[in-house]
């Protein structure tokens, strides 16, 4: 084989390794031939999701939900299921499932959660603080935006409140500004491993003065079909109140979120922050949040100078003492802005004052007063592009935060069917340029159970959107926060002709 066919056969492959898988077809008959074809775009074909342990507290309650949109082109076929990660021994079978199965691989574990149809969602419970990190896959009519959402309350103790998290894919790469190794925070980043062979992954910890020294972070090795929580404060014993923990993979792949846990003022989880990029969008502020922390992160040596604005429902403003956020080379910086949204729905939009360089960031936002008060996180996210969806939205205490930070924008958000029955409805909105709207939601009629929110451009600029869930138990406020950037459940597949001349030297 030469290594015009080696790349051939490359090429294809990375093609169809990207979050799903797309089928390539040969042209149908009559297909002009000789010049470029615009590519098609197909739903994928299967989609994996990696949702993490949730809690070690014994008053911890999970609830998990799953939501795939109707995609036209998928056919009639699919399944889709969540299953606890399970450990393979050393030779290469599943752990033994009780006394009496003895000599016999594991028996078929029953899924925390199995969908029935596209466009209706399905939840599953857990409870306690021995529930696994869970592998999800979705294949057929069921992978295109196929999303899952891990929600747990805990009564009391560390971390106490509402704690949610949008299951992911694995990757090889994670930036997580916003961390913490400070006495009164218990922080652990979660790397699950869905493959049948190990993972080897480094994390890296980065301060206000750059790199914090350890070793103990190198090499960490995750075994497969398995999951590891790695308590921040082991890698290092310097305290620093704000930290940015990268994770990379050298081999293998994991999923990998942080939960961050306080003594006094509950706790979350925070998810990656998007790719480093030049300008970032962090979505959806609470309209009442008592303090907003930004925290960003410059990878690499240069200096990012950012510019800092609000996207309220009136406009872009500034927030007074905030204009700009200078943010050194590898050092993590973080500046505190107060009630910035003053009772108003917001969005914070960072773009370079001058030369572009790559950041990343998250907010830490906290609502309530005194010993009632509650954590969540929002980090920088990618836009919503084609098709965004979030579960687990209840008919009470839901909030969806649109932004359309370039140029106004039509939005169409749609509410599915309840898990207990309903109608979908949905609705358009016209989100004007450098604003934040709290959006009021349709509302699927005769709704029982959960509901998920899809949301889809229209036209327009760049849209972005998070979505807050709002529960108060004991007078405490516990909210989280999640963001919505493209499900990616469709592919381009271009269009390609069978030419035998590059098998030819």
Not at 382 to 400: C, I, P, Q
Request: one cysteine or more; proline letters at 7%; a negative charge.
């Amino acid at each position: 084989m030469n290594r015009t066919t080696v790349s051939l056969i490359a090429c294809t492959t990375a093609l169809a390794a990207v979050t799903g898988f797309a089928v390539l077809n040969e042209p149908a008959a009559g297909s002009t031939g000789g010049g470029a074809s615009t590519a098609a775009v197909l739903p994928v074909e299967r989609t994996s999701l990696l949702c993490p342990s949730p809690s070690t507290s014994d008053l911890a309650e999970t609830s998990y939900s799953s939501f795939t949109p109707v995609t036209e082109g998928t056919g009639g076929e699919g399944k889709a299921e969540l299953l606890a990660a399970t450990q393979e021994s050393a030779d290469g079978e599943k752990a033994k499932d009780d006394e009496g199965d003895k000599g016999d691989k594991k028996k078929t574990a029953k899924p925390v959660l199995t969908p029935e149809e596209p466009g209706t969602p399905a939840t599953g419970d857990t409870s306690g603080g021995e529930s696994p990190a869970l592998v999800g896959t979705a294949e057929g009519k069921f992978a295109p935006g196929w999303t899952v959402q891990e929600t747990t309350e805990v009564a009391a103790g560390t971390g106490r409140g509402l704690q949610g998290v949008t299951c992911t894919s694995a990757d090889t790469e994670f930036w997580f500004p916003g961390a913490s190794t400070a006495a009164d925070r218990t922080d652990y980043v979660h790397l699950t491993n869905p493959d049948d062979s190990a993972a080897v992954v480094d994390i890296e910890l980065y301060g206000k003065d750059g790199a914090v020294e350890s070793t103990v972070g190198e090499g960490i090795t995750v075994p497969p079909n398995s999951s590891e929580p790695i308590l921040l404060s082991t890698l290092s014993s310097d305290q620093q109140t704000n930290l940015t923990v990268h994770v990379s993979v050298r081999s293998g792949r994991v999923g990998a979120a942080v939960q961050a846990l306080d003594d006094k003022i509950g706790g979350d989880w925070l998810e990656a922050s998007a790719d480093p990029s030049g300008s970032l969008v962090l979505p959806g502020i609470p309209k009442d949040a008592k303090s907003v922390r930004l925290v960003a992160f410059a990878p690499g040596d240069a200096d990012a100078d950012l510019k800092v604005r609000l996207a309220s429902p009136s406009g872009s403003i500034t927030p007074a003492g905030n204009e700009t956020l200078h943010v050194k080379g590898g050092m993590t910086t973080a500046v505190d802005l107060g009630e910035v949204t003053r009772g108003e729905a917001g969005s914070l939009v960072l773009t370079p004052t001058g030369s572009s360089v790559p950041v990343v960031a998250a907010l830490r936002i906290t609502r309530g007063t005194g010993d009632q008060q509650e954590t969540a996180f929002i980090p920088a996210t990618r836009e919503v592009g084609t098709r965004a969806s979030v579960v687990g939205n209840t008919a009470k205490g839901t909030t969806l935060s649109l932004v359309a930070p370039e140029g106004t924008a039509q939005v169409k958000v749609t509410a599915s069917a309840g898990t207990g029955g309903g109608k979908p409805a949905s609705k358009t909105y016209t989100v004007k340029a450098g604003t934040t709207q709290n959006v009021e939601l349709p509302v699927p009629s005769g709704l029982k159970g959960t509901y998920a929110l899809t949301v889809e451009p229209v036209s327009g600029g760049p849209v972005y959107a998070s979505r807050t869930l709002a529960a108060t138990q004991d007078g405490v406020p516990g909210f989280t926060v999640q963001t919505l950037p493209d499900d990616r459940g469709t592919v381009s597949v271009p269009e390609a002709d069978q030419d035998l001349s590059v098998l030819q030297k």
